[in-house]
């Protein structure tokens, strides 16, 4: 809750300590009332999120709290979350924020919004990582390439067990957001996470690593029109769009990741599931793989490829 700057009860929906203030029954029907002129479905629930994301509280918070005071520049940021969802912006961008496995991150149009299968992946990382290396002292150096928002960095320097992470980004404005993050979320940390600037692999050449992890972009650019608006309008091409069909990016990390990883080490990759096959067995003609295999996600795509390093 430390974004409260200080909540009060009131007995009514229309009472108020401030003149510009409103309780968040009040808050969130006036925020509705934006919302549902613009089309936004369960516009109720969606300005209750929007109030909790700005408290930095769970959802139920805002339904269990309804008398509690929303002070004047919570709604002031509140009204403009809306107005910004009612032409079309992701909920994540308009609050500021989304919520990560354990962590509240930042982000904005400067970075991917984080997916709820990227959390699957931080998963199936954690548990192969465990059972690898469960006699070692630590897990040794891991690799987030195309970090982005930090997401999958800074959930394993929080839930691993690593000597260290290192994230790198092409976009120097998505490490500016990945390092605000890391400041979030310092405390929660049980190591060190350092950003490089750079193309996939090139800012780690001189690294040694147990795990490689990426999302990479992977949508073909013929592909991009046919993505949903909230993606395609908002979301940076960058991190989105690779060539060579969607496979460029993905071809290079497997191809030049064998050079860092150790010996048993994981390569863990995000995939599109239309093209979990083609990198399956690109990662098993490379050669320098073996344990090659594909993972589902929540709703049963297939979504990620996992290789150890021969």
Sequence with gaps: MSRIVSVSKVGHA???????SLNVLAAVEELALTLRAAGVADPRRT??????ALLDVPRSWPTMNRDSTVEPQILDAARKAARRIAIGEPFAYAV???QFRHLNLKV?????????????LVSEILERMNSRFKSADSWGTAVDI?????AIALSLASEGEFDRVIATDVSADALDVARSNATRTVSARKCDVEFRRGSLIAPVRDVTA???????????????????????????????????DGMAATEKIV??????LVSGGIL????????????SELVMRHGGYREVGVRLDLAGRERFVFASRN
């Design 14 to 20: 229309s009472a108020s300590v401030y003149d510009t």
């Design 47 to 52: 300005s209750a999120d929007v109030v909790a």
């Design 96 to 98: 500021g924020s989304a």
């Design 108 to 120: 904005d149009s400067r970075v991917l919004i984080p997916r709820p299968e990227t959390e699957v």
């Design 146 to 150: 195309g970090t982005g928002s930090g």
């Design 210 to 244: 147990t795990l490689l992890v990426s999302n990479p972009p992977y949508i073909a650019f013929s592909e991009l029109e046919a993505l949903p608006r909230s993606v395609r309008d908002w979301e940076p091409p960058l991190a989105l769009v690779s060539g060579h």
């Design 255 to 260: 191809a030049d990741g064998s050079k860092i």
């Design 268 to 279: 863990a990759l995000e995939v599109d599931e239309r093209r979990a096959s083609l990198v």
